[in-house]
């Protein structure tokens, strides 16, 4: 694609979603209410192993935070007893 098409073409439809780069991430559903927290750096205080999915290895560090409707939302790692928000995606808002 030249890239003059770059500049003046909605690219929107040429990326990939970020959940592709985070598929070997166990995963945890989250509310709307910590998906609203994460956005805003703060951490989770209490995340049941078995909310996470695959839940196999106790020793996991990077999980993905995933909102209700499957989007990403931020990658978290355990700090101090809590899940904190290593990096935080933007999510679409319901049209």
Not at 20 to 47: N, Y
Not at 71 to 85: D, F, M, N, V, Y
């Amino acid at each position: 694609m030249p890239i003059d098409a770059l500049r003046e073409d909605d690219l929107e439809p040429l990326f990939l979603p970020a959940s592709l780069a985070i598929q070997h991430l166990p995963r945890l559903k989250i509310t709307g209410e910590d998906a609203m927290r994460l956005g805003h750096g703060l951490c989770l205080d209490e995340v049941k192993p078995s909310a996470v999915t695959p839940s196999q290895d106790q020793d996991i560090t990077d999980v993905a935070a995933m909102t209700e409707d499957g989007q990403l939302r931020a990658i978290i790692r355990r700090k101090r007893g809590q899940w904190c928000p290593y990096r935080v995606f933007p999510t679409r808002q319901p049209e």
